[in-house]
């Protein structure tokens, strides 16, 4: 086997079970309200008005790693959305139009995705986001609400921070409406320490990276994120996080790494390529090759959250990602990253219908590459359109990469 | 050294594959080229075959098989597989050992490989999933036009113009190239221009630096090819023997190391 089994994996199956299956509860009775939330929106604020939470983004990295994406993205096409815009978005929108979902495929009895009673968005990831929620909330006739979050930010601010956390407070009472449940600061509170809590473990389980070899891959990561993005703010997930970083802790003290004969560390800035995540991950391990880290898997980590502080810690967190801002924070932190990880090369995922979260087409790699002398490789794709991949293409260019780094 | 040890290079690329045996002295003892077709398997065969009874050597003889080139992977009895980056840039550093850019023009594919002066690469780029900048848009253009693959570099020799295609997709190049020749203007200036806009698809894939060593079919059949690139980037233009057979021969001298290091 190339790339070693985290046993935690069990769990993490039943943790993700269990979420979906309150959902679809929450959506077929009356009992609980269901927000849909963009990944890194203000999750803590829904969960404290008692709202289940549904994320389309993680829905359409299932559609994207059930290879059900591809196919229905021209169905969006065709009623206006374009190839060229985010695949997220026109995969969710073709399977909502096909009346699809990956949700059935992996739990028969969920027979479709949870109903929303609100839609609430923050634009820090990309403007794509609230294009998407307002299509559905005209379609299900549900308000939508969110955060408009400025982009290319260099230092956050105060005035940044003012601005977001008052935008925050103002979705309190629209939300109260809708859930029909008085906001309490302290339920607030409780659950950011819990989102706090989350954001720390899944910090430490990314960081048994820095070790060699490495515990897991950033192939691992993309699979263990899912109770980080869906259920931060819950104990479920704390719970969940104890139990991985108690495994890989044990696999670092054994000296056993996730890809055997790791040889190369490489770093993977972009977004995943949802549908081939197996296909790189045995790619990459045959070629003794481990991704140890990526910016993507990072980015779940909100280091600011600070419970005695609510509104102003979520507004700081939630501006300080990495995606939000500038060139040149960026190309420090990925300067942070490689030296912290020990990286021997860099892969930039250059995602055709993801502009935001693609950093190699404005001269970066370029410029990374002669500060910190590091080699990369830029790989053409997507996040969930197979069409804008070529596996052959892709293949060469990798093994040719690490035949590169064999040189040195 | 007795020149007795043979080894053999084979490039399976999208559209030739290509077979070459060198001696221990590097020597290119035979080669052959024959059309990939539909079965890797069996081309690689015949590519194996022929070129050992063109060399007059037995299969015994041959110490070393490395397959690289897309279909490297297919090729199963070969003993080792490279890829054919790392064979194109080994094959011409062999003729030009020095601080060189390579440009290889595949059939489907198009590499710029940058080497330091010790013949490592410092770093390559491939072109993005479009064939655009590569043999297959003068192959497509060639047959709407009905002319002779063969024909084309004298044809485009013939020509004094310097009229560039608006088109950047094969499709539209060669609807624009059939309108502009049924508006008055010349066979030999548009196919003079096809050649030009894969340079352009070349020159735009990274920057181009120190003298350029030009591989692949298409500069083996078409020195236009190296006439437009060096009056686009006024630079030495490289083109070693047999440039077609240069990831081949690449690959057969990783697989003389690969034999070195086994029987040490």
Same mark, same amino acid.
């Given at each position: 086997?190339?790339?070693?089994?985290?046993?935690?994996?069990?769990?993490?199956?039943?943790?993700?079970?269990?979420?979906?299956?309150?959902?679809?509860?929450?959506? &077929?009775?009356?009992?609980?309200?269901?927000?849909?939330?963009?990944?890194?929106?203000?999750?803590?604020? !829904?969960?404290?008005?008692?709202?289940?939470?549904?994320?389309?983004?993680?829905?359409?990295?299932?559609?994207?790693?059930?290879?059900?994406?591809?196919?229905?993205?021209? @169905?969006?096409?065709?009623?206006?959305?374009?190839?060229?815009?985010?695949?997220?978005?026109?995969?969710?929108?073709?399977?909502?139009?096909?009346?699809?979902?990956?949700?059935?495929?992996?739990?028969?009895?969920?027979?479709?995705?949870?109903?929303?009673?609100?839609?609430?968005?923050?634009?820090?990831? =990309?403007?794509?986001?609230?294009?998407?929620?307002?299509?559905?909330?005209?379609?299900?006739?549900?308000?939508?609400?969110?955060?408009?979050?400025?982009?290319?930010?260099?230092?956050?601010?105060?005035? $940044?921070?003012?601005?977001?956390?008052?935008?925050?407070?103002?979705?309190?009472?629209?939300?109260?409406?809708?859930?029909?449940?008085?906001?309490?600061?302290?339920?607030?509170?409780?659950?950011?320490?819990?989102?706090?809590?989350?954001?720390?473990?899944?910090?430490?389980?990314?960081?048994?990276?820095?070790?060699?070899?490495?515990?897991?891959?950033?192939?691992?990561?993309?699979?263990?994120?899912?109770?980080?993005?869906? !259920?931060?703010?819950?104990?479920?997930?704390?719970?969940?996080?104890?139990?991985?970083?108690?495994?890989?802790?044990?696999?670092?003290?054994?000296?056993?790494?996730?890809?055997?004969?790791?040889?190369?560390?490489?770093?993977?800035?972009?977004?995943?390529?949802?549908?081939?995540?197996?296909? @790189?991950?045995?790619?990459?391990?045959?070629?003794?090759?481990?991704?140890?880290?990526?910016?993507?898997?990072?980015?779940?980590?909100?280091?600011?959250?600070?419970?005695?502080?609510?509104?102003?810690?979520?507004?700081?967190?939630?501006?300080?990602?990495?995606?939000?801002?500038?060139?040149?924070?960026?190309?420090?932190?990925?300067?942070?990253?490689?030296?912290?990880?020990?990286?021997?090369?860099?892969?930039? $995922?250059?995602?055709?219908?993801?502009?935001?979260?693609?950093?190699?087409?404005?001269?970066?790699?370029? *410029?990374?590459?002669?500060?910190?002398?590091?080699?990369?490789?830029?790989?053409?794709?997507?996040?969930?359109?197979?069409? =804008?991949?070529?596996?052959?293409?892709? *293949?060469?260019?990798?093994?040719?990469?690490?035949?590169?780094?064999?040189?040195? | 050294?007795?020149?007795?040890?043979?080894?053999?290079?084979?490039?399976?690329?999208?559209?030739?594959?290509?077979?070459?045996?060198? &001696?221990?002295?590097?020597?290119?003892?035979?080669? +052959?080229?024959?059309?990939?077709?539909?079965?890797?398997?069996?081309?690689?065969?015949?590519?194996?075959?022929?070129?050992?009874?063109?060399?007059?050597?037995?299969?015994?003889?041959?110490?070393?098989?490395?397959?690289?080139?897309?279909?490297?992977?297919?090729?199963?009895?070969?003993?080792?597989?490279?890829?054919?980056?790392?064979? $194109?840039?080994?094959?011409?550093?062999?003729?030009?050992?020095?601080?060189?850019?390579?440009?290889?023009?595949?059939?489907?594919?198009?590499?710029?490989?940058?080497?330091?002066?010790?013949?490592?690469?410092? *770093?390559?780029?491939?072109? *993005?999933? =479009?064939?655009?900048?590569?043999?297959?848009?003068?192959?497509?253009?060639?047959?709407?036009?009905?002319?002779?693959?063969?024909?084309?570099?004298?044809?485009?020799?013939?020509?004094?113009?310097?009229?560039? !295609?608006?088109? +950047? =997709?094969?499709?539209?190049?060669?609807?624009?190239?059939?309108?502009?020749?049924?508006?008055?203007?010349?066979?030999?200036?548009?196919?003079?221009?096809?050649?030009?806009?894969?340079?352009?698809?070349?020159?735009?894939?990274?920057?181009?630096?120190?003298?350029?060593? !030009?591989?692949?079919?298409?500069?083996? $059949?078409?020195?236009?090819?190296?006439?437009?690139?060096?009056?686009?980037?006024?630079?030495?233009?490289?083109?070693?023997?047999?440039?077609?057979?240069?990831?081949?021969?690449?690959?057969?001298?990783?697989?003389?190391?690969?034999?070195?290091?086994?029987?040490?």
């Amino acid at each position: 086997m190339l790339r070693k089994k985290i046993q935690a994996s069990k769990k993490l199956t039943q943790v993700m079970s269990d979420y979906y299956h309150e959902l679809d509860h929450a959506s &077929n009775s009356s009992e609980k309200k269901v927000a849909w939330c963009s990944s890194v929106g203000p999750a803590e604020i !829904l969960r404290s008005l008692d709202f289940k939470v549904f994320f389309p983004e993680n829905h359409s990295a299932m559609l994207g790693s059930s290879r059900m994406a591809t196919e229905l993205i021209p @169905y969006a096409n065709a009623i206006g959305y374009s190839p060229e815009i985010c695949s997220y978005l026109t995969a969710d929108i073709g399977a909502y139009l096909k009346k699809v979902t990956p949700l059935t495929k992996a739990y028969p009895d969920i027979k479709s995705i949870p109903k929303p009673d609100v839609l609430v968005f923050n634009t820090n990831q =990309c403007r794509e986001v609230q294009d998407w929620f307002d299509w559905y909330a005209n379609e299900y006739n549900v308000p939508v609400v969110g955060i408009s979050t400025p982009r290319t930010i260099g230092e956050v601010t105060k005035e $940044h921070i003012t601005f977001i956390s008052q935008q925050m407070e103002n979705l309190v009472e629209v939300l109260e409406k809708i859930s029909k449940i008085s906001f309490d600061i302290k339920k607030l509170k409780a659950v950011l320490s819990l989102s706090r809590e989350c954001s720390e473990l899944w910090k430490k389980v990314l960081n048994t990276a820095t070790n060699k070899p490495s515990p897991l891959t950033f192939f691992d990561g993309t699979i263990h994120m899912g109770p980080a993005v869906v !259920l931060r703010g819950t104990n479920q997930a704390v719970d969940y996080y104890k139990t991985l970083l108690a495994e890989l802790k044990d696999r670092v003290k054994n000296h056993i790494g996730a890809v055997e004969n790791e040889k190369f560390r490489l770093y993977w800035e972009g977004m995943p390529i949802w549908g081939r995540l197996r296909h @790189y991950s045995e790619l990459f391990a045959s070629l003794n090759a481990c991704v140890v880290a990526s910016t993507y898997c990072n980015s779940w980590i909100f280091s600011a959250f600070d419970e005695t502080n609510p509104f102003n810690s979520m507004a700081k967190a939630y501006t300080k990602l990495f995606i939000v801002r500038s060139d040149e924070y960026k190309e420090k932190y990925l300067r942070k990253m490689a030296e912290f990880f020990s990286i021997d090369g860099i892969i930039f $995922h250059d995602a055709k219908t993801c502009p935001h979260n693609t950093n190699s087409r404005y001269g970066m790699p370029q *410029r990374l590459e002669q500060v910190i002398g590091i080699p990369n490789l830029i790989i053409n794709g997507d996040l969930n359109d197979l069409r =804008c991949l070529s596996d052959e293409q892709s *293949r060469t260019s990798i093994e040719a990469f690490i035949e590169q780094l064999e040189q040195s | 050294m007795t020149n007795k040890i043979f080894v053999i290079g084979i490039d399976v690329g999208t559209s030739y594959i290509k077979s070459v045996i060198i &001696n221990n002295n590097k020597e290119l003892i035979s080669s +052959f080229i024959k059309r990939t077709g539909t079965s890797i398997e069996i081309s690689s065969k015949t590519a194996l075959e022929e070129v050992i009874n063109k060399g007059s050597l037995k299969k015994s003889s041959i110490k070393h098989i490395v397959a690289t080139g897309y279909g490297k992977n297919k090729v199963t009895f070969a003993d080792s597989y490279k890829t054919e980056i790392s064979c $194109h840039a080994k094959g011409a550093y062999y003729y030009f050992p020095k601080k060189n850019t390579i440009i290889d023009i595949g059939g489907q594919d198009t590499k710029v490989i940058k080497l330091d002066k010790e013949g490592k690469i410092l *770093r390559f780029k491939m072109n *993005r999933k =479009c064939a655009a900048g590569t043999g297959a848009f003068i192959e497509e253009i060639a047959y709407r036009l009905d002319i002779p693959l063969n024909e084309l570099n004298t044809l485009a020799l013939k020509s004094t113009s310097n009229t560039p !295609l608006a088109s +950047f =997709c094969t499709v539209f190049a060669k609807t624009e190239i059939l309108t502009r020749i049924k508006e008055g203007e010349k066979v030999e200036d548009m196919i003079k221009s096809a050649f030009g806009s894969v340079i352009k698809r070349i020159i735009e894939m990274t920057k181009i630096e120190d003298s350029v060593v !030009l591989t692949g079919g298409l500069i083996a $059949h078409n020195s236009i090819i190296g006439d437009i690139l060096k009056k686009e980037l006024n630079t030495d233009i490289l083109i070693p023997p047999h440039p077609q057979l240069i990831g081949a021969f690449g690959a057969a001298l990783f697989a003389l190391e690969k034999y070195e290091v086994k029987s040490q």
